[in-house]
C-alpha cells in the first residue's frame, strides 16, 4: 500500500432505494453507496482519491498543490478544504470566468483561501498542462515545492481511492448475503470508475461496474480508465494483465454538454430528493442516476440488485437553482 491520510468519514453505509424503486415500480432493488457521507463540507469521491495522493504529496515534501478543474469542481472544492486542514497552500486553475458572488464549490474554494487563476474554456482546454507547469516552475524559483494533481485527481495513484471502496463494497455484499448484478457510477475524469472496475476483479466483487459519462464518449473513457489502471500498474508493480480488465461505459446522457442538464435530469434529482431524501446534483450524480434508471427500464440493466455509488456533488445543485426552480414551478 502507497502512504495514505486518514481524511474522509469511512467505512460509508450501503442502503436500500426501496421507496424509490416501489415509486417507479422497477424489477432490480436498487441500493446505494453513500459516498456523499466521506464528510460535510469534504463530501463526495474526490476525497477517497485525495486520501492518496496528499500523503504522496506530503512524503515528496510538498508545501504546495496545484490542481485544476470547472469553476464549479467538487475535487477542487475538497483540495482548497483539505490543503487549509493541512496547512498546504493551495492553488487552483478553473476552466470558465469568475463570478462577481462566489456560489457553490466556488464560494468554499474562497472561503479556504485558496489562490485562484481563471482561464477561458478554450485557453484552458488547448494549454492545460503548460499552466500546470508554469504555475510549478514559479513556486520553485520562489523557494517552494508544488506538486501538482490532475483533473479529478484521476491517475495511477488516486485508483487507490476506489480499490478501497471496493474492498468496503466486497464487505458490504457480505454483510448483506447479495451479489449486485451492476454497480454504476458517474464518470467525468475516469478515475472512479478505474478503481472500481479494478477493484471489482481484485476483490471478486462478482458485479459489471459501469460508468455513465457525464462529458467526452464511451471511446474516451475505455481509454481513460485503461489509462489510469496501466500508470497504477506501473508505478506500483502490481503485475495486473491488463488484458483482463473490462471497462463498461453507458453513452448517450451527456445531454447538450458537461455541466448543463435538460429537464428529465432535474425530474430525478427531484424524485429521489422526494422518495428517498436523497439530494443529487446536475453535473455527475443527476445525470447518472437518469442514465441508470432509464436503462433499467428499457431492460439493458437486468438483475436482482442494482448498487448506485452516490459519489456527491450537491454543492453544483445551488448554481443551478434556477432551472431545478423551473422545472419544479413547471411540475407543480
Not at 24 to 48: E, H
Not at 171 to 199: K, R, V
Not at 249 to 274: K, N, Q, S, T
Not at 280 to 304: N, S
Amino acid at each position: 500500500m502507497p502512504p495514505r491520510l486518514a481524511l474522509a468519514q469511512l467505512p460509508t453505509p450501503l442502503q436500500p432505494l426501496d421507496r424509490l424503486s416501489e415509486s417507479l415500480n422497477l424489477g432490480p432493488r436498487l441500493w446505494v453507496k453513500r459516498d456523499d457521507l466521506t464528510g460535510s463540507m469534504l463530501t463526495g469521491n474526490k476525497v477517497r482519491k485525495l486520501e492518496f495522493t496528499l500523503a504522496q504529496a506530503l512524503e515528496e515534501g510538498a508545501d504546495t498543490i496545484i490542481t485544476c478543474g470547472g469553476v464549479q469542481s467538487n475535487h477542487c472544492r475538497a483540495t482548497a478544504l483539505l490543503c487549509a486542514q493541512l496547512g498546504l497552500r493551495c492553488h487552483l486553475i478553473l476552466r470558465g470566468e469568475p463570478a462577481a458572488c462566489p456560489d457553490g464549490n466556488l464560494m468554499l474554494d474562497v472561503l479556504a483561501g485558496a489562490h485562484i487563476d481563471f482561464y477561458p474554456a478554450r485557453e484552458y482546454q488547448s494549454r492545460l498542462s503548460a499552466l500546470l507547469e508554469q504555475a510549478r516552475s514559479d513556486y520553485a524559483r520562489a523557494g517552494r515545492h508544488a506538486f501538482i494533481i490532475p483533473t479529478g485527481a484521476s491517475d495511477g495513484i488516486g485508483v487507490w481511492g476506489y480499490l478501497n471502496a471496493a474492498r468496503e463494497l466486497a464487505q458490504d455484499f457480505i454483510a448483506l448475503n447479495m451479489t449486485p448484478e451492476h454497480i454504476i457510477c458517474a464518470t467525468g475524469s475516469g478515475g472512479t470508475q478505474a478503481g472500481l472496475t479494478l477493484g471489482n476483479q481484485l476483490y471478486g466483487l462478482g458485479s459489471t461496474v459501469w460508468g455513465v459519462n457525464v462529458c467526452d464518449d464511451e471511446a474516451w473513457f475505455l481509454n481513460k480508465v485503461r489509462a489510469d489502471v496501466t500508470d497504477w500498474n506501473s508505478r506500483y508493480q502490481a503485475g495486473y494483465d491488463l488484458q483482463s480488465l473490462d471497462t463498461r461505459v453507458i453513452d448517450g446522457y451527456v445531454g447538450p454538454g458537461y455541466a448543463i442538464a435538460e429537464a428529465p435530469v432535474f425530474h430525478a434529482i427531484a424524485l429521489l430528493a422526494r422518495t428517498e431524501g436523497l439530494i443529487l446534483d446536475p453535473v455527475y450524480t443527476g445525470k447518472a442516476f437518469h442514465g441508470m434508471i432509464e436503462e433499467i427500464r428499457a431492460g439493458r440493466l437486468v438483475g436482482e440488485n442494482i448498487v448506485f455509488v452516490h459519489t456527491g456533488g450537491s454543492f453544483g445543485l445551488f448554481p443551478q437553482r434556477e432551472q431545478l426552480a423551473g422545472i419544479l414551478s413547471h411540475a407543480e
